[in-house]
């Protein structure tokens, strides 16, 4: 740290600097600057470990900084006051609704024109609606993110004795909960000399509820989880927590399935592994599995439309349901509210007693993947790329899909171990994936995995923020980039006018050659090829090659899409 | 209209685009198509005289109907519940700072899903901040909107009786304030039948505050114009009054300047104009001449940062200063508010007795424009695109030019008469501009009036929102475009940090070849030329082509930025 030995006095910037680095692998800042912000960045170069990540704009700051948080646990962007937080705020939204940890620091207007009784009228902040009123409200942006985080400071230079809680405050809450929170720091801030506790470490464990009672939780349900036989439900909000989840199924040789929005959270390359269950959108086979159970215990339960399709529930197939949510428990519906999930599950890991389990049942299996022959010669269609893509896939990918037509074909991929599933599934902001693919390919660049990264996307959500496929290079990062052109927007083609100009987008854009255009003139970091059989695709994933690849799947029907989303339109004829 | 003539029915999505199509020579909408407002755009194709204009992303529909409304008065976009809406609040913040007329419809979710007590969890939309609680505010997003709009309506289908009314006077007032306005449409109500009163015209004209009040401040105000001889100033709120203030001014010689935000408010080419004054901003010799003056009036005041200079303001030179105001008139000091400054000035103009007007002062005028040669076949620097620019604008342009350092010298360019001016000089979100030229660009068509547009922007601006190039030659429209190769940000870099990565950008962007991969392969609809001296930019400009024009000007030197912008920085040493 440095932080002065003898007065325990260090620059505010370059404190937050120094917190963010020590998140584990955490090496990359994203965002855009802006006068408002300017003062705060330059600190980042007193932080070595740390790389500054310029965006090319701040929704895809926002996407990026949600992508890392996925595979690293925490992701941070900075914006600037007005115009930068709110071009990122769709992008928080997501990050809070599909649980991502993003820590976005915005640059506002300095404590002195806050306070003063002459406005001045400050630039990027929306006037007073009467024009004769020269003050404006400095916090109107502020007090519009209170939905989309789980905790929000502002520094103030009256409170200097309270920033370092309340920085470690945002960084502890938003690693501990997966949930976006906000830090604003006023301009003139960033250089102002702060008084730290120097052995105060940043806590990253500490559980959200009363142990006594996630224990005394914990043991009613492994009684019943010893009664009967019971299978495990993973669902979304158990991510974080799913190496320890897979670790005690395999053990135990529990029966397990997982939802839609929970895909990724079980390991599916266990022997008692049933597939996703979300009602009429379940793999095929996996209801009548669950059918033969009489328990299901949840875990990270979220219910909604898409895993709860037309209202279906594994109540309706299992008569004993638990749930062990990310904040609540519910068994014999008794709801506990404000309970820490994760400490009730990490007290049930500890109590078990394998000894008093029940014996397995014999189940009758699910049907297995049942891949019919492809012409490889033909064009690609839904069918022959989720084969395509079944067949490349290796334990630790990363696999970034976009909210288009793949999407809903990805639930019967069969995922190697430990795939990263990054997805908004249930957000479904388009554009996300193509900067959330360099959010995570920066993150397993800084944990020194060096995963795979794998996008699969629509050519309608490239548009979105295409602008950040630029980044790629210039951050040399290496994903394999599946571009799905389909002539426009197909998902919303199949709910209504399949024919219509408001499902088109500008035809003929040139895929293969953006990347160049933005400035890989010779090919020298990014291959870029067109393919439009199965053969010339396996072919161009297989190719040997240390560059980022860019793979046009032309020639796709658009009226294509998988059963499951005709299914979810009403539209499935078969 | 479409209005059955028995029952006075019609479709509510058909009512919806009938009424927008009534609105002076507005023919295009602008947005992105999503599940919750689909059934809603089926209904253009009910209005031929409309033209869906289908966007990248929904911030670019944003700043694209911002455009559009800046030339023909009112712009519309449509965006889908949370994720579409969201993305596009930026360009609302804006377009309310700035003043623009926005009407922000959103297909949002059914009122049945709304209503229902068993919440099904409907994806798009924030979840409770507590998982147990499946039940989610619908309203979370309607709510944020409040101040970035003069008017927001949302329907409902318990009280269809009020939807003629809720949709009119969302028009209505959106017209008339010139500031955004929002209009919720749940999806499942685009197809219901509404009764509605086929007599009723939409209002744009009605005043918003008492007639007679406005009569006697205008006889006041009157009194000291005859008393006393006065100049005006033209500010931003009178830009929707630009052409009858000219009139007016040049009817009866008054010596005028305009201000910083209201640049292309005042006719610049009457004898009697001297230029923006902004303090220390001001055009070169403005405030002597202000100076000789005894009393100003103010007409559409919008005191700030920019036209405030340092606090400047007119007052530190006249004694007496008389505001007529957007919503309020000052006169003494006295302050009266919620009056319509439009109505004052219509009845000031009403009341007008040339013959009681003082004999005009004899005013040393200020130093004219003094062009220094250039050396056309130098690199082209920011003073010598200046000229270049100087030299080519013509009566009746559309000048659309974003925060990037070109804007700083716009205030001493002498505009032809009846150059529209867009930008947003106050709000400052870059990326604006393209969008916003596309908005333009088809206005101009709308209108039939077929004016140039000229766009004049940076490349790290550009970046933010490049994919809407593609539009531009998607929907067929001609502006020439300007783009500054500065490599980054350089009005960042005098603010902080000159050498710093965070001010860089992707270089090597290949601004020429963009248009091309956007689809534009063999340069049927554009022709792109990368100029690096003056004498090429001017043969650039010069050359007769029917294609849009895309100027990419290189070798600029990135710490180069017009006067005005160091001295803002305190950063002038001349
Ligand atoms: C920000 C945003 N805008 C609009 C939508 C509505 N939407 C959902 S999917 C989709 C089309 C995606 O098209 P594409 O990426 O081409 O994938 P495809 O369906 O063709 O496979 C749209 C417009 C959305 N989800 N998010
Ligand atoms: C949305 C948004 N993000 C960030 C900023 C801060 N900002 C203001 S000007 C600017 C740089 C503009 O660069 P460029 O367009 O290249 O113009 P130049 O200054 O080089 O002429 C930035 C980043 C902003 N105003 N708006």
């Not at 799947?553 to 078969?574: E, M, Q, S, T």
Request: net charge negative; hydrophobic share 35%; charged share 20%.
């Amino acid at each position: 740290m440095t932080v002065d030995k003898e007065t325990n006095q260090v620059k505010l910037g370059t404190f937050i600097f120094e917190r963010l680095s020590q998140i584990k692998d955490f090496h990359s800042v994203f965002g855009v600057p802006g006068d408002f912000n300017l003062p705060l960045l330059e600190h980042i170069y007193n932080v070595p470990s740390l790389n500054w990540i310029g965006n090319c704009n701040e929704l895809n700051a926002g996407y990026a900084a949600d992508g890392y948080a996925r595979v690293n646990g925490v992701g941070a962007l900075i914006t600037t006051f007005g115009v930068g937080e709110l071009s990122a705020i769709n992008a928080i939204s997501g990050a809070f609704t599909e649980g991502a940890g993003v820590i976005h620091i915005v640059g506002t207007s300095s404590t002195i024109s806050k306070r003063s009784t002459t406005p001045l009228g400050v630039h990027h902040l929306i006037p007073n609606k009467n024009t004769w009123d020269r003050s404006q409200d400095h916090f109107t942006y502020e007090k519009m993110v209170e939905p989309f985080c789980c905790v929000s400071e502002t520094l103030d230079d009256t409170k200097l004795d309270q920033v370092q809680s309340q920085i470690d405050n945002v960084i502890e809450q938003v690693a501990k909960q997966s949930r976006p929170g906000y830090l604003f720091v006023p301009v003139n801030m960033a250089n102002m000399d702060i008084s730290v506790d120097p052995k105060k470490r940043l806590n990253f464990k500490t559980y959200r509820s009363d142990k006594q009672q996630a224990k005394e939780l914990a043991s009613v349900i492994l009684e019943r989880l010893y009664a009967t036989e019971t299978a495990i439900v993973g669902d979304q909000w158990f991510k974080t927590r799913r190496h320890k989840l897979n670790k005690f199924i395999k053990e135990n040789g529990f029966h397990c399935f997982s939802t839609f929005l929970g895909k990724s959270v079980i390991d599916e390359n266990q022997e008692h592994f049933h597939g996703v269950i979300a009602g009429e959108l379940s793999t095929e086979g996996s209801l009548q599995v669950l059918n033969q159970f009489d328990a299901v215990l949840h875990l990270g339960v979220n219910h909604n439309e898409m895993n709860n399709f037309r209202n279906w529930s594994p109540s309706q197939h299992v008569k004993n349901v638990m749930e062990i949510g990310k904040d609540y428990v519910r068994i014999d519906n008794q709801l506990y509210t404000y309970v820490d999930g994760e400490l009730v599950f990490d007290e049930l890991v500890i109590q078990f007693d394998s000894t008093r389990l029940l014996k397995k049942k014999e189940i009758i299996p699910r049907l297995s993947q049942n891949l019919p022959e492809l012409d490889k010669s033909a064009n690609v269609s839904q069918k022959s790329l989720f084969q395509t893509v079944q067949t490349y896939l290796r334990p630790n990918d990363v696999v970034v899909c976009e909210m288009c037509s793949f999407l809903f074909a990805i639930p019967d991929l069969k995922f190697p171990q430990n795939i990263t599933f990054v997805t908004q599934n249930f957000y479904g902001s388009i554009g996300y994936a193509l900067p959330a693919t360099l959010g995570a390919s920066l993150a397993v660049k800084d944990d020194n995995s060096n995963r795979r990264v794998l996008l699969i996307e629509g050519d309608g959500s490239s548009q979105m923020t295409i602008q950040e496929l630029s980044s790629l290079t210039r951050y040399n990062v290496k994903p394999t980039v599946l571009l799905l052109n389909n002539e426009g927007y197909s998902v919303e083609r199949i709910v209504l006018g399949p024919e219509r100009p408001y499902n088109d987008i500008q035809p003929n854009w040139q895929w293969t050659s953006l990347l160049k255009a933005f400035g890989d003139t010779d090919e020298k970091k990014s291959v870029n090829i067109r393919v439009d059989s199965t053969l010339a695709l396996e072919k161009a994933l297989n190719r040997e090659d240390d560059r980022l690849k860019f793979i046009e799947i032309a020639g796709l029907n658009k009226l294509d899409v998988p059963w499951r989303f005709a299914y979810l339109c009403g539209k499935h004829d078969n």
